[in-house]
């Protein structure tokens, strides 16, 4: 299977999970987050799930780019990569704004 079939494959899948963490309301869904010292973890859900968002928009742009240009495909896989990161690194340090005020 050609990259970008796996990118466009993987993009209803990541918009899936962005919208279960969107929708989650006050359960456990994040991991590296410690939900006793979250003041409203259904606030933080939603915050985190329309982040995720931006995983699925990268990976079907890619996707889409590489049925015209193969080579876009592996620069798909890359930008998926690092928008992962990149991502988790934001709901990770922006998690601290919902913290309980101690």
Known sequence: M????????VTPLLAMLAIAVRFA???RVLNGVDPTDIGDLAALN??????????PVTTATFG???????????????????TGL??????????DRFRKSR
């Open 25 to 27: 309301g006050p359960r």
């Open 46 to 55: 939603r915050w985190a799930g329309n982040r995720l968002f931006l995983l």
């Open 64 to 82: 889409l780019l590489s049925l015209e240009r193969p080579v876009l495909g592996l620069a798909g896989v890359g930008a998926a990569a690092l």
């Open 86 to 95: 990149v991502v988790g690194l934001w709901v990770l340090i922006g998690s």
């Open 2 to 9: 050609a990259v970008f079939g796996v990118l466009l494959l």
